[in-house]
Nanobody
């Protein structure tokens, strides 16, 4: 059973915006804090943002003021709105629970974000 499906990535110029979506299984979505993570070539996967079931959010310092996270309970979907993108935001973006792997959640295939200078 596919648990997490990310979409919305692409190629964008520096300063541009993208909105990523992650559709989760209802079991995963309804029971957990959800998060976005990213992995750039040669780097470890890092946490980007998370959102609780109540809607409380937290974002990494590196993206604070530029990225925001939201969730839609009716669609079992988590969003990552990315504004003022920088080349260093280039990575594969994944969603999962926060912390990752709770309740057996596995990683999705991710979505590639490439920011050109």
């Amino acid at each position: 059973q596919v648990q997490l499906v990310e979409s919305g990535g692409g190629l964008v110029q520096a300063g541009g915006s993208l909105r990523l979506s992650c559709v989760a299984s209802s079991r995963i979505f309804s029971s957990n804090v959800m998060g976005w993570y990213r992995q750039a070539p040669g780097n470890q996967r890092e946490w980007v943002a998370s959102i609780g079931r109540s809607g409380a959010t937290d974002v990494a310092d590196s993206v604070k003021g530029r990225f925001s996270i939201a969730r839609d309970g009716a669609k079992n979907t988590v969003y990552l709105q990315m504004n003022s993108l920088k080349p260093e935001d280039t990575a594969i973006y994944y969603c999962s629970t926060a912390p990752p792997g709770k309740n057996g959640a596995s990683w999705g295939q991710g979505t590639q974000v490439t920011v050109s200078s």
